[in-house]
């Protein structure tokens, strides 16, 4: 959210990472860790993201009585399953849409927390009815295009996702209207603060409550530093790869 784009962060903008013997960070930006969430703590950055996005929906519907009961998220990554967590400990219910089968880990996961799992490639998005948020995270720009229809009026489109360009095909001008007439918000977001790592903190605990177990689930594979390229080398059913030191 930096006006001037005159930002550095570890990782991501003129700062190396973590990964070194050593580093040194300012404590003002550091959040403590309890130790009962110890091991699973390294999910705290893509949770940070999806907190993000589902806090900055809720800031922005307080123009109005907003009463959300339904939800869709596009993707179910990391980030994409740790929203369907967030989302369900507010109470929504929740549909996760993706490509693996039914009766695949993410799809089991998303059942288990009292989620709907689709198959996209066995059910179209269009056919599963409106929503009064809807969290795109796939970056497939015209799986974002048709997500926009699929909001009821007053609903909001967070867009997750880092999207290719591509050429539009729909009706530009019926989205618009539909987006006007039906006071509709569609919005970005992209990375997160120390308040939603902080946040994160307490969503965990409560994730851990109502599903215990389910965030040590998320982790399909761990390995050593001088094994780091297997965490790179993904397979059909992981999820979460984590280095440990």
Request: proline share 4%; with cysteine.
């Amino acid at each position: 959210m930096c006006l001037t784009g005159q930002y550095k962060e570890h990782g991501i903008k003129g700062l190396h990472g973590f990964c070194s013997e050593y580093s040194v960070s300012d404590i003002n930006f550091l959040v403590p860790v309890p130790a009962e969430l110890s091991d699973v703590a390294v999910l705290l950055e893509p949770t940070s993201v999806a907190g993000k996005g589902v806090f900055q929906s809720f800031k922005i519907q307080e123009r109005m009585i907003w009463k959300p009961q339904r939800a869709l998220v596009l993707g179910t990554g990391p980030v994409g399953l740790l929203t369907v967590l967030l989302l369900r400990i507010r109470g929504l219910d929740v549909t996760a849409v993706a490509t693996r089968p039914k009766d695949s880990l993410k799809a089991r996961i998303v059942e288990k927390i009292g989620g709907t799992y689709v198959n996209a490639n066995d059910q179209s998005i269009t056919s599963l009815g409106k929503f009064d948020l809807i969290l795109e995270e796939t970056g497939v720009a015209t799986l974002a295009a048709e997500a926009q229809g699929l909001l009821n009026n007053n609903g909001v489109l967070c867009l997750l996702g880092i999207y290719q360009p591509k050429l539009a095909t729909q009706d530009i001008g019926h989205s618009y209207d539909d987006i006007v007439l039906g006071n509709k918000i569609t919005f970005g977001s992209v990375n997160a603060n120390k308040r939603y790592f902080v946040s994160g903190i307490q969503d965990f605990k409560t994730i851990q409550q109502r599903f215990p177990g389910i965030l040590k689930s998320l982790f399909t594979k761990m390995v050593g530093p001088s094994d780091f390229s297997k965490a790179y080398s993904p397979t059909k059913d992981d999820i979460k790869s984590v280095i440990s030191f």
